[in-house]
């Protein structure tokens, strides 16, 4: 199995970025799916997550309102619009499926001006 995150960059507060997480080598629609994020210095924590089917959506409270979280079930990729990005939003991105499964290696966000 695999999952390889991608659109991770450098951009200014109050800017926006998409992410993508994009799966492979197992049943991905069977799988409810997270977005989790790493600050320097700091444990990893989760950020948003998605039922199987996309039906259902949960935030931390520290995105929710500005982060929205998706899926494509044919093209087997689950993305993280990401809103309003503040400089404590910087950190290493990673998907997993729920239960910690499988997991990504990650893509760096940094909300820097």
């Known amino acids: 199995a695999h999952l390889v995150e991608s659109g991770g960059g450098v951009v200014q507060p109050g800017g926006s970025l998409r992410l993508s997480c994009a799966a492979s080598?197992?049943?991905?629609?069977?799988?409810?799916m997270s977005w989790n994020r790493q600050a320097p210095g700091k444990e990893r924590e989760w950020v948003a997550r998605?039922?199987?089917?996309?039906?259902?959506?949960n935030y931390a409270d520290s995105v929710k309102g500005r982060f929205t979280i998706s899926r494509d079930n044919v093209e087997n990729t689950v993305y993280l619009q990401m809103n309003s990005l503040k400089p404590e939003d910087t950190g290493v991105y990673s998907c997993?499926?729920?239960?910690?499964?499988?997991w990504g290696q990650g893509t760096q966000v940094t909300v820097s001006s």
């Open positions: 080598g197992f049943a991905f629609r069977s799988y409810g």
């Open positions: 998605i039922t199987n089917t996309g039906g259902s959506t």
């Open positions: 997993s499926s729920w239960g910690g499964n499988f």
